[in-house]
Nanobody
Framework: QVQLVESGGGLVQAGGSLRLSCAAS????????MGWFRQTPGKEREFVAA???????YYADSVKGRFTISRDNAKNTVFLQMNSLKPEDTAVYYC?????????????????WGQGTQVTVSS
């Protein structure tokens, strides 16, 4: 079993930055794809970014150029650096693990999920 714990969320003004962390325990995840998703009330969970074993990264168009996903395999941790934040980035952010080395933009392709961390961007 894999446990994921996100941290780093909070309240920030538009144009500011936050860095989310997702610490994994229970299994080494270096061979798996890891992703970040976000969700607002009444909407489906939305793909934000993913990183695969090779280190290749993938982003939603809405965050490309502003967000950066990275991982520290030694610490079994994945990060999401969020810069130039906008009010529309406000959401609960979740990290997730897909039990393959291939990424997906579909939330239902991921098996393990963290509890989420709230990000609020004020205008």
């Amino acid at each position: 079993q894999v446990q994921l714990v996100e941290s780093g969320g909070g309240l920030v003004q538009a144009g500011g930055s936050l860095r989310l962390s997702c610490a994994a325990s229970g299994r080494t995840l270096s061979n798996y794809a890891m992703g970040w998703f976000r969700q607002t009330p009444g909407k489906e969970r939305e793909f934000v970014a993913a990183i695969i074993r090779s280190g290749s990264t993938y982003y939603a168009d809405s965050v490309k150029g502003r967000f950066t996903i990275s991982r520290d395999n030694a610490k079994n941790t994945v990060f999401l650096q969020m810069n130039s934040l906008k009010p529309e980035d406000t959401a609960v952010y979740y990290c997730a693990v897909r039990r393959t080395s291939y990424y997906s933009t579909k939330y239902y392709d991921y098996t393990y999920w963290g509890q989420g961390t709230q990000v609020t961007v004020s205008s």
